[in-house]
């Protein structure tokens, strides 16, 4: 690590802030779209599980006050 800082330690800074991570976008850039694809899509079907459980609860909380107060059960 200590390596790393002194080659950079004499490069101007736009390499340490602009270049190198322009760098990294492009090497990493798919696998980095990837993650975020895979990460997005999962909180997407957790949304869709909390939206389909929570009306399963109403409508079975609906269906048995309705037919609790008919005395059919």
Do not use: C, E, H, Q
Not at 6 to 35: D, H, Q
Request: proline fraction near 3%; charged fraction near 10%.
């Amino acid at each position: 690590m200590a390596a790393i800082r002194n080659v950079l330690a004499g490069m101007p800074w736009w390499v340490k802030w602009i270049a190198i991570p322009v760098i990294a976008l492009v090497v990493f850039g798919s696998l980095i779209g990837t993650v975020l694809g895979v990460l997005i899509g999962l909180l997407f079907k957790v949304l869709v599980f909390a939206v389909l459980v929570g009306g399963l609860i109403y409508v079975v909380r609906k269906f048995m006050s309705s037919s609790s107060s008919r005395g059919d059960w």
